[in-house]
């Protein structure tokens, strides 16, 4: 099952989710091997692979490093839900340039 | 006088290209958008995720979390706004740092040219342009101090036509240069010049030992030599499956915690310490660019630009927004640079050089040089461990008399050479100095004795003949030169400042044959670095 959700109607925070939720994240390209690099972090502490973090309560910054050897490639960052499920949080054309993707999580009780 | 002449207009072109670098006064911050690289359509607005969306429909139908994101500060907008907020002093940062997270460039004279620390010319060379003063000969018998300029065809050319010089393009982003500036960046040129003052005295030969009598004196050329080069690459394919493998490994020992802490520091206090007010601001524009068509870019560029501006407003209200600014595009320029730095052995799968120079040893003929230099790293060197990757720089060369010798006294074919490179850089010191280390082997053979040029009335070497034209041949010196040379290269970081410490042993030199161990010490200044914290747009 998923835990984040689209902030509808919320000009700051990009997704909703419960606090003390676990996330995981991934990565993929469609030309690349896109990986997430060494940095990424969520409220400030830094993620190591997997990559999962636990929602804290309020707006908190989730900071996605990524890289991708294919300047421009469709790059999709995703939260994976379970085995078979996988929520796409932002689909953008990579760019060497400008390789920090962040999102503020709305941690709701 | 020739010379004279040409040292002259060389002093000029080189003090003009500096005076038209350095900037005239420092430019205020947010008043010029400044390009970290190539960002895409505005001064501000996340293109990575809208770009067909920009070009095809009004921003009031796109989605609504594409609404978000194209003015969250995420993806382009942090160097938009990072850049747009500091200004030409901060780009500068940002290229500072770049700058001094790459390595391998060569700031000193070539092997054949008087006075050098370096047995092999390197595969890269400065930007623009770089002073290295050096003291000390390889294969020469006399000692002296050269300074040597390095130029770059693209660098001087922006220089000229009063752009920005330094664009920032990540390693592998090869589409980022037009095919111009792709070939102009394979230029390069160097001019020596000989600062030594002259002694003035003639050369004289009285003793057994005439010939080193006779080469430690003389009137020394102001410039002792020239050269032109042109670098090829060939990149490698980014869609092989291979080079993805390797780009992935390599990316590993890139770390982007600072860089990622200080883009957070940077923005907690607007979209998370202090959300009512990014709220309002970015509420505002939302609707702003709503009521602008996507065909209408001049409304879209001044709503953006109005945006970035209100948006720095909003954030210098954090007393410590300049140091954190400071740190984000130092720490955005390191990152870079490291990740340029670490993809360099796999981006090309070989770089080539062809290299023309012009040297004019002291008392001997001037001579031309012409140098094939291949470098190459292997592929699995360095990947995992705490010392950088094995670079092995291959040069062949020939060198010839400029003018053809009195009739039967040598060959005009000089010689050829051939030498060997291995660098590798060290695990750092300390956080301000770096090390590297450089073995290499040097193999010259000269084909004729060596061609001596002493002016009409000086003394043949051992005798009180008075020779007859303006050149002599010292005997005995045809043969075979080998030079083993051992080395560490110190970089003080953040300066530009490097010192090379090196140790050789030859078996002879070109003019004597006899067993020559040296020590080398030099001190060079990268001015790619000072001028990339001091260029400015005009």
Redesign the interface.
């Known amino acids: 099952m998923c835990k984040l959700s689209l902030a509808t109607g919320d000009p700051v925070a990009d997704f909703t989710g419960r606090v003390g939720d676990q996330v995981q994240i991934d990565v993929h390209g469609t030309n690349g091997q896109a990986t997430i690099q060494q940095g990424t972090s969520y409220a400030d502490q830094p993620l190591a692979a997997p990559w999962q973090f636990t929602i804290q309560a309020g707006n908190q910054a989730l900071s996605v490093l990524v890289a991708n050897p294919v300047v421009n490639d469709t790059t999709v960052i995703e939260e994976v839900c379970d085995a078979n499920t996988r929520n796409t949080l932002l689909s953008y054309e990579f760019h060497p340039n400008a390789p920090l993707a962040r999102f503020i999580i709305l941690g709701q009780p | 006088m020739r010379t004279t002449s040409l040292s002259t207009l060389a002093v000029l072109f080189v003090l003009a290209s500096a005076a038209t670098a350095h900037p005239a006064s420092a430019q205020a911050a947010g008043t010029e958008v400044q390009s ?4 895409g359509n505005y001064a501000f607005g ?4 809208a ?1 067909a969306l920009l070009k095809t429909k009004d921003f009031s139908d796109w989605p ?2 594409k609404r ?2 194209f003015l ?5 907008n ?2 938009k706004f990072a850049c747009f907020a500091g200004g030409a002093e901060g780009y500068h940062k940002f290229l500072q740092a770049v700058e001094d997270a790459r390595l391998d460039k060569q700031t000193g004279a070539g092997a054949t040219s008087e006075g050098t620390t370096s047995v092999v010319s390197k595969g890269f060379v400065s930007q623009v342009l770089a002073l290295a003063v050096e003291d000390g000969a390889l294969t020469r018998t006399d000692n002296k101090s050269i300074a040597t300029f390095h130029g770059n065809g693209l660098g001087i050319a922006r220089l000229l036509a009063g752009r920005e010089q330094f664009p ?1 393009c ?1 390693i ?2 090869h ?1 980022c240069e037009s095919a111009l500036a792709r070939n102009l960046g394979g230029l390069s040129f160097s001019i020596s010049f000989d600062t030594t003052p002259s002694s003035g005295a003639e050369p004289t030969a009285t003793t057994s030992s005439a010939n080193k009598g006779v080469l430690t004196g003389g009137p020394s050329q102001q410039i002792s030599g020239w050269g032109v080069r042109y670098d090829i690459k060939a990149p490698k394919n ?2 092989d499956t291979q ?3 390797d ?2 490994d390599k ?2 020992s ?8 200080s ?2 520091d940077l ?2 206090p607007l ?2 310490a202090n ?1 009512k007010a ?2 309002d601001w ?2 505002k524009y ?1 609707k702003q660019l709503a009521r602008v068509s996507h065909q209408d870019t001049k409304g879209m560029a001044d709503v953006l630009h109005q945006a970035v501006v209100e948006l720095t407003d909003l954030a210098r209200k954090d007393p410590q927004f300049q140091t954190k600014l400071d740190t984000l595009l130092t720490e955005m320029g390191n990152y ?1 640079g490291t ?1 340029d730095k670490a993809l360099e052995a796999i981006v090309n799968w070989f770089t080539g050089s062809f290299e023309y120079n012009d040297d004019r040893p002291q008392n001997q003929p001037s001579q031309s040089n012409l140098k094939v230099i291949l470098s190459w790293r292997p592929s699995s060197s360095g990947s995992s461990t705490a010392a950088g990757p094995l670079q092995l720089t291959l040069n062949a060369s020939a060198a010839w008399y400029d003018h053809a010798p009195p009739q039967g006294a040598v060959k005009r074919f000089r010689d050829a050479q051939a030498s060997l490179q291995a660098d590798r850089t060290l695990p750092d010191i300390s956080d301000r100095l770096g090390a590297a280390l450089t073995l290499g082997y040097y193999f010259q053979y000269m084909a004729d004795n060596a061609l001596l040029k002493i002016p009409s009335g000086n003394l043949a070497p051992g005798t009180s003949i008075a020779l007859p034209g303006d050149a002599s041949v010292l005997l005995g010196t045809k043969g075979s030169i080998h030079i083993a040379q051992l080395g560490v290269t110190l970089t003080v970081k953040k300066t530009g400042v490097k010192v090379p410490v090196t140790l050789s042993y030859s078996n002879r030199t070109e003019l004597i044959k006899a067993n020559d161990v040296r020590g080398h010490f030099g001190v060079s200044y990268d001015l790619d670095s000072l001028f990339a914290g001091k260029s400015t747009t005009q």
Not at chain 2, 72 to 76: Q, R, T, V
């Open positions: 970290c690289g190539d960002l996340n293109d990575q995720v770009e609504e979390d978000k994101q969250a500060l995420s993806g382009d942090l160097p920032y990540a592998y982003d589409s980014p869609l080079f993805q493998k780009f992935t990316m590993k890139v770390d982007g915690t600072k860089f990622v802490k883009v957070n923005m907690r979209d998370v959300p990014y709220s970015k509420d939302l870079f990740r």
